[in-house]
């Protein structure tokens, strides 16, 4: 089966970095559509940046200047390089991963992982 799994979580002071990785295992593809959301409590879950399957990333708006995707959409490998951290950054981050297809790039994913807590303290 397909096997999502996030790491490198943790407690950052504001402006403080850190550095997501991810791992899908299972979804045996040319390349596969990846994602990073995230979901902070009483908030619903939203997506923080794509690389899409063609490599190119996509970011929301409050990640963008801050953040950085990269990964191999064929090896299934994905890191989220955040910088500058935010109080309203921390979260719980999922991994998101889905084959390739036109929705790449959407809030559509098939397949998450369980995630991985970011705590950011003023």
């Known amino acids: 089966q397909v096997q999502v799994v996030e790491s490198g979580g943790g407690s950052v002071q504001a402006g403080g970095s850190l550095k997501l990785s991810c791992v899908v295992s299972?979804?045996?593809?040319?390349?596969?559509?990846l994602a990073w959301f995230r979901q902070a409590p009483g908030k619903e879950r939203e997506a923080v940046a794509h690389?899409?399957?063609?490599?190119?990333?996509k970011y929301s708006e409050s990640a963008k200047g801050r953040f950085t995707i990269s990964g191999d959409n064929a090896k299934g490998t994905l890191w989220l390089q955040m910088h500058n951290l935010r109080p309203e950054d921390a979260a719980r981050y999922y991994c998101a991963a889905d084959r390739p297809s036109l929705r790449c790039g959407t809030d559509v994913y098939y397949y998450w992982g369980q995630g991985t807590q970011v705590n950011v303290s003023a």
């Open positions: 690389l899409i399957n063609d490599g190119t990333p």
């Open positions: 299972g979804l045996d593809y040319l390349n596969i559509c």
